[in-house]
């Protein structure tokens, strides 16, 4: 009789247990993420604009317009929208965020260096990156090919880190030959492959979740500072307490000091947590704003400018604001 009562208790533990595993595991917390037309498909219908980069003058999607001109993009994304979002992610809607980016544009427009009068270059997906704050962006291709009285589509489906820019996951297909709406071929043959490609989105979260989200770091100074990252304090340079400074708040330590003079540092590969202390997405400006703070106390008491490339890369500039 024992013996049973000690069976049973077992197998609803392990019942218990696998429960609570499984409810753990659906509600792992999932990227948010935005769909954005590809920057082939925006060229191939003209949907471009050129920017100016620091004196070069740069191509670009110009999304806006093809939200506003192209009568199959809006219901295309919905479409692959409402099937992630159907899988537990998060989707940022991209259309509605491109209305009011307009207002942001001259945000940093002002932003000049005190040495040669150059600005900070910052692209337009870079500016929407800043605004929406997706963890993947997703860039969407497809072609329609006529065959016979119905329509073939190709596809491509790429997924990147919006902070690297790094491909994390692809995939493409075609469609069967039929007469339905582009929108739902799309999405036909695109489920075939979705499993395995949100999986390599969901993989990629989960290593940054558990190694920090990556992100680039720039310190240097204005001309006009009395000191240099040479200069000590207590007997340790500028230099070194900032570097103690990432290792201490980077995610396990992990960076690496790609660069240094006494002038200028530069420090790619530094892993950032993924959220702030109040949960919410800790992107390079938040990171590096608690390192600007740091350098205005004491012993230090240097003022300090911070500027931003996007959501991946943020510049400090010792001296003034």
Partial sequence: ??????????????????LSFSTAFSQAKKPTLMILPSDNWCNQRFFMETYDDQGTKKKTPNYKQAFQEDTELAQVIAKI????????????????SLKNLDLTNAEESVTRSSTSNSQISESPLDKLKKR?????????????????????????????????????????GNSENSTKFVPDLILEAAKNNMNLFLTQVQNHFDNMKSNGREIVVRVQTWDNLNINLETEFNNKELSEYIIQWMKQNTVKGNFNTTDATSNFMLFEQVKIPLYNQNNEQLDAREFVNNLRKYLNSSPFNITCKLVTRGLGEAILVLGEK
């Fill in 1 to 18: 009789m024992r013996t049973l009562k000690t069976l049973f208790r077992r197998n609803l533990l392990l019942i218990l247990l696998s």
């Fill in 132 to 172: 929406v704050k997706a963890d993947i962006v997703i860039q969407l291709w497809w072609e329609v090919n006529n065959v016979g009285n119905g329509h073939v589509v190709r596809y491509t489906l790429d997924a990147f880190d919006s902070y690297t820019n790094k491909r994390i996951a692809s995939s493409t």
């Fill in 81 to 96: 929208g409402e099937f992630m979002i159907k899988k537990g992610y998060e989707l940022k809607d991209v259309e509605q």
